[in-house]
């Protein structure tokens, strides 16, 4: 014989707007409990984990020092091979004198031109989102998936990018 199991929460009605009601008509209605008895766990952070949980600007200065040091070292290594940037990476790479990871995160600054091209791509994708934005504004028609299908193909590209630097760098 099963004895009634008995119920310590409290049931509330939550409302469900009509088509909620509609497309979901043939299941029961819906319900929340809440508990009368709720617990708390209180958890001793530790202060070493505290201070240590992100970079502080002192960290983060050094980090773009060492990049700095580093696209200089690159720069001259490429100066001294005497060959278009792309190939003197690629024979540096080929003959170990650097890694990929080197490279990976500061081409910019190892090549002017791909500082420049860096600069330009970020300003076309920027006016165009601002183009489009206004145009849809004079419209009356602004929703975030009109914006969203002008960047598609930007962030597809930059998505490609990555993408091949990360196989670079495996």
Same mark, same amino acid.
Request: aromatic letters at 6%; one cysteine or more.
């Given at each position: ?14 409302? @469900? ?18 508990? #009368? =008895?709720?617990?708390?766990?209180? =958890?001793?952070? +530790? ?7 992100? =970079? ?5 200065? %050094? ?13 001259? *290594?490429?100066?001294?091979? #005497? ?8 024979? *540096? @790479? #080929? +003959?170990?004198? @650097? ?6 995160? @500061?081409?910019? *600054?190892?090549?002017?031109?791909? =500082? ?16 489009? #934005? ?29 993408? %091949?630097?990360?196989?670079? %760098? %495996?």
């Amino acid at each position: 014989m099963n004895t009634p199991r008995r119920d310590c929460c409290t049931t509330s009605t939550v409302f @469900i707007s009509r088509e909620n009601r509609l497309r979901d008509a043939s299941g029961p209605p819906k319900r929340v409990r809440f508990s #009368q =008895y709720s617990s708390m766990h209180v =958890y001793n952070v +530790d202060p070493s984990y505290r201070l240590s949980k992100s =970079y502080s600007s002192t960290e983060c200065k %050094a980090f773009r020092t060492c990049a700095a040091f580093e696209a200089h070292r690159l720069r001259q *290594l490429i100066t001294y091979c #005497q060959l278009p940037c792309a190939e003197s990476v690629r024979l *540096l @790479i #080929q +003959d170990g004198t @650097i890694m990929p990871e080197d490279v990976i995160g @500061i081409e910019h *600054l190892i090549h002017p031109s791909s =500082y420049e091209r860096v600069m330009k791509e970020r300003r076309v994708h920027s006016t165009l989102l601002l183009q489009r #934005q206004e145009e849809l504004l004079e419209r009356n028609e602004l929703d975030a998936k009109s914006l969203a299908e002008v960047v598609t193909v930007r962030s597809a590209k930059s998505a490609h990018m990555a993408r %091949a630097r990360a196989a670079m %760098a %495996a």
